[in-house]
C-alpha cells in the first residue's frame, strides 16, 4: 500500500540559523519588520508499506541515514 | 497581534527539481524502493498585524518580494 508521508528537517533548537538571519535581515532592508524566523526543508516521498507504521519507520530510517544530520536536526514524520 | 505564519515554497509542478532526482537515486542506493519524492522549503515567520488577514497579505508579500521566484515556484500561506 502507497503512503505519502511529509518529512520536515529543522534545526535544533539553539543551533545557529545563518539563512533565517540573512532573510530576515534582507526583510527588515525591504521595509518587513518581522519577529523570529525559522528554516526548514520538506520532503514529501511516497512510500510503499505494509501498513501507516511501516511507513513510518522507513522515513525514521531514511532521516537517520539520509536526510538529516542527528546532530544538528530534529525531524517530524506524517503519514497519510 | 503576533501572528505565526508558516510558508511553504515548492517547485511548480513540471519543474525540473535535480535535488529530488539526487536523493531517489541516493536512497535506491541504499536499498530504499521510494516512490515520487519532492522537495520544499518551510519558512515560519512571525508576523505582527491587525488581524489575520493583514499577516497573510505581509507573508504573501514577502513570498512575492524575496522568497520566491514567481516563474519557478509555487507558495502556500497558513496563518495561525
Known sequence: M?????????LKEGMLDP??????HALANLGFATG????????RISIDAEDAAAAREEARAICERLLA?????RYTIEVE
Open 2 to 10: 502507497k503512503f505519502d508521508v511529509t518529512i520536515t528537517i529543522a
Open 19 to 24: 539563512e533565517a538571519r540573512a532573510i530576515r
Open 36 to 43: 523570529d524566523l525559522s528554516t526548514a526543508r520538506l520532503f
Open 69 to 73: 544530520n542527528p546532530v544538528i536536526h
